[in-house]
């Protein structure tokens, strides 16, 4: 009798479980299956993403991070720029201005206002010899 009893418990037990899955299915399928993330191993929905435990965060405020590891703003590679540029108005106008150019253009890339001076002084250097040098030469 005992025997049977306990028999009885366990398949009482069994059949809340069926019914507390059965219901957990259901609400699953009842809700919103777009915000949720599926696992490929046993379909069940799950709400954290994998990729966030992976990956690195990402900075948003770098820029005073930057300069503590003593990366400039562009500024130096803008002064280099602005020099090599004003000598190409006397020595070497295509050699002088196209690295003028070049390097005027990662440092404005990096945020530098000189950079932009000396890729417009290069250019104008480049143009003038290009107009000047054939004068000259009568």
């Known amino acids: 009798m005992a025997k049977?009893?306990?028999?009885?418990?366990?398949?009482?037990?069994?059949?809340?479980?069926?019914?507390?899955?059965?219901d957990e299915r259901d609400q699953v399928?009842?809700?919103?299956?777009?915000?949720?993330?599926?696992s490929y191993a046993n379909t069940e929905p799950v709400d954290v993403e994998a990729a966030s435990e992976l990956a690195e965060p990402v900075r948003r405020?770098?820029?005073?991070?930057?300069?503590?590891?003593?990366?400039s703003d562009g500024r130096t590679m803008g002064i280099i720029?602005?020099?090599l540029s004003l000598i190409s108005f006397f020595l070497l106008p295509f050699l002088f201005g196209s690295v003028g150019i070049i390097l005027g253009v990662f440092a404005a890339a990096r945020g530098?206002?000189?950079?932009?001076?000396?890729?417009?002084?290069?250019?104008?250097?480049i143009a003038a010899s290009m107009v000047i040098t054939p004068i000259m030469r009568y």
Request: hydrophobic share 35%; proline share 2%; charged share 40%.
């Open 29 to 38: 399928e009842n809700t919103d299956r777009t915000s949720k993330e599926w």
């Open 61 to 71: 405020d770098n820029i005073p991070d930057r300069k503590k590891e003593g990366v």
């Open 4 to 22: 049977e009893h306990h028999e009885d418990e366990k398949r009482e037990e069994m059949r809340q479980l069926e019914a507390s899955l059965q």
């Open 112 to 125: 530098s206002r000189i950079g932009w001076w000396a890729l417009a002084l290069s250019v104008i250097a």
């Open 81 to 83: 720029a602005l020099v």
